[in-house]
């Protein structure tokens, strides 16, 4: 039969103002995380990391905050451009053996 | 320098039968770990390998494996094909020593489909 697909929440975006995509994390131990944009028919696409040692990190037009008190992690993204239109996904990595653990994913669309 | 390159890109395979998934990543990473990618459960982890050795696995039933060569190249290999293998495979290559930044870097898939 049919599956059920995982059900995205949508961000809908004005072109040229700032995103912010929310990511719950579920494991205390986790001490890396990552931002992956992921365009169709593309993998997912690096845009940002943190360690835990820190609280906020910034890069080109994005910036990571982590709240490790409640376990979350946000991107945001300045003057969002078309772009920027695309489905982003939080990871953590909740051991040192090369697995990450991805969010559900948050489909952003920017519109003129 | 080169990205990770996973080939194919497309396969289509039959219910019971067998596929092998092909994975370089980039040049000088020596850990190379494997995901599935579906709507119903989004990305799953699969296996990791560093230095030809499996160092961790994920929840997936025993017809999938894989395997990592001296060059860091690695394989995945599905047995006995069921239709909800169907999925995007993706394969993420990093340096893999831990203290580091781990950086890891996707490919651009396998779209795998079972009929």
């Known amino acids: 039969g049919e599956s059920v697909g995982l059900h995205l929440p949508t961000l809908s975006v004005q072109e040229g103002d700032n995103s912010i995509i929310n990511c719950a994390y579920s494991?205390?131990?986790?001490?890396?995380f990552i931002w992956y944009k992921q365009e169709s028919g593309k993998g997912p696409q690096f845009i940002i990391d943190i360690r835990s040692n820190m609280d906020k990190r910034q890069g080109q037009r994005v910036t990571v905050l982590l709240n490790k008190t409640v376990k979350h992690l946000s991107l945001q993204i300045a003057a969002t451009q078309p772009g920027d239109s695309a489905v982003y996904f939080c990871a953590e990595s909740p051991d040192s053996w090369g697995k990450l653990q991805f969010g559900a994913g948050t489909q952003v669309v920017v519109t003129p | 320098k080169a990205g990770v390159t996973q080939t194919p890109r497309y396969l289509i395979k039959t219910r019971g039968q067998q596929v092998t998934l092909s994975c370089s990543p980039i040049s000088g990473h020596r850990s190379v770990s494997w995901y599935q990618q579906t709507p119903g459960q989004g990305l799953q982890f699969l296996f990791e390998?560093?230095?030809?050795?499996?160092?961790n696995k994920g929840n997936f039933p025993g017809r999938f494996s894989g395997r990592q060569f001296s060059n860091s190249r690695s394989e995945m290999n599905v047995s006995t094909l069921e239709l909800g293998d169907s999925a995007l495979y993706l394969c993420?290559?990093?340096?893999?020593?831990?203290?580091?930044?781990?950086?890891?870097?996707f490919g651009s898939g396998t779209r795998l489909t079972v009929v």
């Open positions: 993420a290559s990093s340096l893999g020593r831990s203290g580091l930044s781990y950086g890891y870097t």
């Open positions: 390998y560093f230095s030809e050795t499996q160092r």
């Open positions: 494991n205390s131990a986790s001490d890396y």
